[in-house]
């Protein structure tokens, strides 16, 4: 499914600048990022810094409160904290007391997850390990006093077979050398030599990931931040050079044209397959990527949306990184864990459905829309995946070429069904009735057609 580490068609851009560059991006790394990708299919972004201690509004409270000075941000400031106060007065209060790496393993593993990304550093530029290019902005000097990388990255490799990706954030948005870097038009790259490009290599070799998401280019190009110098290094020379694989945010221009999975945007959703690996970045609170004290229960997403979400991402061929934001006292709030562990709960009967999976010539249904296809072709399976259970107890599968005495039709959990041709084409399945403890799920279930073409 990862056809290359980064898109080839613009041989003469910046991305392929070196020959070393081609050869690690585009013909060495393809089996493991192909299998990272096809096999994964759900990861979960956990976003945690000390942005999260006024847990207000959004995680790019920061900018909100003192560069866009929004009237709700400015307002809650003045309420409730003193006039001199500053945003790095809150570090002290990002305690993470509750923090227990070992529990998180434990929810992201029962939500069948196969991938955690931990951010590591988002625009505030506090970093959640102990940097030696952030001093006394990190949380093994201040908060916590913790390595939370290290304990995280521990606690996945010693009680799962979780993968360990990372999350980091390229830009800063107070940093004075960025702003004086975006002052020169980014002609002059103090701060990518001196802070950004320094981290990246400190994450690797410390923490060997097996994904590296990037975020935030500040509108910069990647020639300013040195990105393909960077990425030459990674694919050929680094500790993860036969496992890592990277996004496509490393620079203006970059996201949906080059990357060894392509994100888009955020909450990317096409509805539709595309040519190149894509994944689709959601967030459980639809209105940050941040804990919020003040969220009301209609900000986040059911079980049904989220599961719906996930059916849909991976029919068209995508991956589903799914964000929840921790407190500042290191828990996952319930609410989270729940949805969490409800996720785990479907995929334990469906997985079939959604890992190891290929995307099928028919994304969803033409007669039936909320039936969403996948397919095993090496098994000669296809999948049709209901997010409705129909109210006459059948449902009609336009798509698939089916043959008497040939095709088999089965409920996943629960058995053989009995289905019927019709004109001009497709089938109509008779789905079983069932009481709500007899049903194999909830929130939408599976029928798996063999001998259909």
């Known amino acids: 499914m990862f056809i290359r580490a980064f898109h080839s068609s613009d041989a003469s851009g910046s991305w392929h600048q070196s020959s070393k560059i081609r050869t690690g991006l585009e013909v060495h790394r393809l089996q493991a990022a192909s299998r990272v990708v096809r096999s994964g299919k759900v990861r979960h972004l956990h976003t945690l810094g000390g942005l999260f201690v006024p847990s207000f509004g959004s995680e790019w409270f920061w900018w909100y409160w003192q560069k866009q000075k929004l009237k709700p941000y400015v307002d809650f400031m003045q309420r409730n904290y003193p006039p001199d106060f500053k945003y790095q007065d809150f570090a002290p209060q990002f305690t993470a007391e509750f923090f227990d790496a070992e529990e998180w393993t434990d929810i992201f593993a029962s939500s069948g997850a196969k991938y955690i990304v931990l951010t590591t550093k988002h625009h505030e530029g506090f970093t959640l390990w102990g940097s030696k290019n952030s001093w006394n902005w990190n949380a093994v000097d201040v908060g916590p006093k913790r390595d939370l990388v290290d304990e995280v990255a521990s606690a996945l490799r010693g009680n799962s077979d979780l993968r360990l990706g990372l999350y980091h954030s390229l830009f800063e948005w107070f940093n004075p050398l960025f702003e004086l870097d975006a002052a020169n038009v980014f002609t ?34 990647d020639k300013y931040w040195n990105s393909t110098g960077f990425l030459a290094w990674l694919y050929n020379d680094s500790p993860v050079r036969d496992t890592v694989v990277t996004n496509d945010r490393w620079g203006y221009g970059s996201i949906c044209t080059h990357g060894g999975y392509y994100t888009c945007a955020d909450r990317y959703q096409p509805g539709h397959l595309l040519k190149h690996k894509w994944e689709n970045c959601m967030t459980i609170d639809t209105k940050s990527w941040g804990y919020r004290r003040n969220a009301a229960l209609s900000d986040y997403l059911t079980i049904e949306q989220i599961v719906a979400t996930l059916v849909e991402t991976v029919s068209c061929g995508g991956n589903l990184l799914m964000n929840v934001g921790p407190t500042h006292d290191g828990r996952i709030a319930p609410i989270f864990e729940e949805r969490l562990r409800q996720m785990g709960q479907w995929l334990k009967v469906n997985g079939e459905a959604i890992y190891n999976t290929t995307a099928w010539r028919a994304q969803n249904d033409s007669v039936t829309p909320n039936v969403w296809y996948t397919c095993r072709p090496q098994e000669k399976r296809i999948f049709a995946i209901l997010l409705e259970w129909p109210m006459d107890g059948s449902v009609i599968l336009n798509e698939p070429d089916v043959t008497e005495g040939q095709t088999q039709v089965e409920l996943v959990g629960h058995g053989s069904v009995h289905w019927e041709p019709v004109k001009p084409s497709g089938l109509r399945v008779f789905l079983p009735q069932l009481s709500f403890r007899q049903m194999p799920c909830q929130w939408a279930w599976t029928l798996r057609l063999t001998g259909a073409t």
Do not use: R
């Open 188 to 221: 002059t790259n103090y701060f990518p030599t001196s802070k950004t490009l320094p981290e990246l290599y400190e994450l690797v070799v410390k923490y060997k990931p097996e994904i590296l998401w990037s975020d935030g280019d500040g509108d910069a190009p």
